[in-house]
């Protein structure tokens, strides 16, 4: 016979929440346009207070262009009811050192190149991805869940 042990469930703080979102580097980024809502793994880096990642041209990027507000989701996982989750919404941008803020740029390729060592260099691991982005966290809610056995 299987015994089942009572989960405690809560919100995470704002510190908490901000440190997972740092800690992880997979997500899943949530956007939509008109009825449609579409949601594509990512990978990406954290300040705490942007969310920077590369991409390149296509659907994704052109839905973002045109409708820029989106969510991204990340987890921590060990159990069942042993997890941690947020979620931020935010506003989607494509950072570029000649346009806009040259200070962000240089801050999410320095983070870009922590995370992958050979980013926009000969041994880069996808070459392909070569349109970096930022979301500016608008919103950062966290929840988690522990066993209590």
């Given amino acids: 016979m299987t015994t089942t042990t009572a ?3 809560r919100q995470l703080t704002t510190d908490e929440s901000r440190a ?3 800690a992880q580097h997979i997500g899943r980024l949530a ?3 008109h009825d ?3 949601i594509e ?3 990406y880096v954290s300040d705490g207070e942007w969310i920077f990642g590369r991409t390149s041209n296509g659907t994704k990027l052109s839905t973002l262009l045109h ?3 989106c969510a991204v989701e990340a987890d921590e996982v060990q159990g069942l009811f042993d997890w941690s989750s947020i ?3 935010g506003t989607f941008y494509i950072l570029d050192p000649e346009i806009g803020s040259p200070d962000v740029y240089r801050r999410a390729e320095r983070l870009l190149r922590d995370l992958v060592p050979g980013t926009f260099k000969a041994n880069d691991p996808a070459p392909h991805r070569d349109i ?5 966290i608008h919103e950062l809610t966290g929840r988690t869940a522990r066993s209590s056995g």
């Fill in 7 to 9: 989960a405690e469930f």
């Fill in 20 to 22: 997972l979102l740092v």
């Fill in 31 to 33: 956007f939509t346009l």
């Fill in 36 to 38: 449609r809502v579409d």
């Fill in 41 to 43: 793994p990512i990978n």
């Fill in 67 to 69: 409708h820029p507000w």
């Fill in 87 to 89: 979620v931020v919404k």
């Fill in 132 to 136: 970096v982005f930022g979301i500016f």
